[in-house]
């Protein structure tokens, strides 16, 4: 029979904590990227016809650790690290269908 070593659970905890400060930063570098790279966009394009712009900001925004916290604090509603970065690539993905549509 195999049998786990002493320190399993320890290895364990130390995968989560290092796959969730992992996700965190991939989270705010997205969210500065995109909101970042959104408002440049409504900037330089303006508002109207909807630009990408706009879907790079609500990506951004999606993917944004404070925007879970703003939820959880205010609205009772405790958004996961998966449904938010789910939401993000939605708003990209949507992004991109928009600009081929618009061209």
Do not use: D, H
């Not at 130390?14 to 500065?32: E, K, S, V, Y």
């Not at 990209?92 to 549509?101: D, E």
Request: with cysteine; hydrophobic share 55%.
């Amino acid at each position: 029979m195999l049998s786990q070593p002493a320190n399993a659970k320890a290895k364990t905890i130390r995968r989560t904590t290092l796959g969730a400060g992992l996700g965190w930063i991939a989270a705010w570098a997205w969210t500065i990227a995109a909101a970042v790279g959104g408002i440049w966009l409504l900037w330089t394009k303006g508002p109207w016809p909807l630009t990408n712009g706009w879907f790079a900001l609500l990506s951004g925004l999606s993917a944004c650790p404070a925007t879970a916290w703003f939820f959880e604090k205010y609205a009772g509603v405790t958004i996961s690290g998966y449904f938010r970065m789910a939401a993000a690539a939605f708003f990209f993905v949507a992004g991109k269908i928009a600009l081929a549509v618009g061209s």
